[in-house]
């Protein structure tokens, strides 16, 4: 089962740290040196390190002035954005609003060949329908205070989700049945969103697995939403945060829980029967 999906993040973000910290050892410098020769408390020295405080691009260029590596400043930099970039909190990406973050994953999406996706409380949003897509995103614009926007995010979501039906991509798909229950806008938005995942689930392109709610027993416990792009890029769906997976050994444990959800869910014939028992639950 996949380790905390943070795990990544933190893991770049000890790096930088460590190597800061091996430049101050090489320089000879002692923390509390260091803190005087860039002019800070010593425990903020000791926070960096430990990758509990997150160093400033004028933390960083300070610190290799200190330790006279300035060359490597550059370096480090990049290292610290990336890490940083790896855990996006929700509230600093969508403060201007919904439809840049939907446009932002363009590029991502184009290169991508293989989409595995799973989700446990909503449908995916690659293949969510307007409607389905503005109430949802309404919902969280709502909670996070961001400008709301969502019905030119929903229209940029569709967009973007038209590369669904592009030659040379196979996108596996799989929700937990409660997902089909989960209701957002009213009832009609809900009939044309289900009505969307059995004309898609029929495309050649796209296998369609449903994991029902009366499973006897699962190996593997409901996760939460996460995208794996081709076997190198996982992206992890929290309240507040996106996180980026991108460390090799996590990703393959993505993987790895993605083929036991796959396992139990169903296809086909018995994937639509559960699909239209939800429209029923409409009526």
């Not at 740290?17 to 040196?33: M, N, S, Y």
């Not at 184009?110 to 293949?127: D, E, H, M, W």
């Not at 996590?250 to 014939?269: I, M, N, T």
């Amino acid at each position: 089962m996949p380790t905390s999906p943070s795990s990544s993040a933190q893991a770049a973000r000890e790096a930088v740290g460590r190597r800061l910290k091996e430049l101050r050892q090489d320089a000879g410098l002692t923390v509390v040196e260091l803190a005087e020769r860039c002019g800070w408390h010593y425990a903020k020295t000791s926070r960096i390190e430990n990758a509990r405080t997150a160093p400033s691009v004028a933390d960083i260029r300070a610190w290799c002035q200190a330790c006279d590596t300035d060359e490597q400043a550059a370096d480090i930099v990049a290292a610290s954005r990336n890490a940083e970039s790896m855990y996006t909190e929700w509230r600093r990406k969508i403060r201007t609003g919904l439809r840049q973050v939907q446009e932002s994953y363009t590029s991502l999406f184009r290169k991508t060949r293989l989409f595995r996706i799973y989700s446990s409380r909503i449908i995916p949003g690659l293949v969510q329908t307007e409607g389905y897509a503005a109430a949802l995103l309404h919902t969280i614009a709502t909670f996070h205070g961001a400008p709301d926007d969502s019905a030119e995010a929903a229209a940029a979501r569709l967009q973007r989700s038209r590369i669904i039906h592009e030659p040379g991509r196979r996108f596996v798909l799989l929700v937990e049945e409660a997902a089909l229950h989960y209701r957002m806008g009213d009832s009609e938005a809900m009939a044309a969103q289900l009505g969307q995942l059995l004309t898609v689930g029929a495309l050649p392109a796209v296998s369609l697995g449903v994991i029902p709610a009366d499973l006897p027993e699962r190996p593997i416990r409901p996760l939460e939403a996460f995208h794996v792009y081709d076997d190198t890029l996982v992206a992890v769906e929290l309240l507040t945060a996106r996180v980026t997976v991108t460390q090799p050994s996590e990703v393959s444990e993505y993987l790895k829980a993605f083929e036991q959800l796959r396992a139990l869910a169903v296809y086909g014939a018995d994937a639509r029967a559960l699909i239209m028992k939800a429209i029923d639950a409409l009526r």
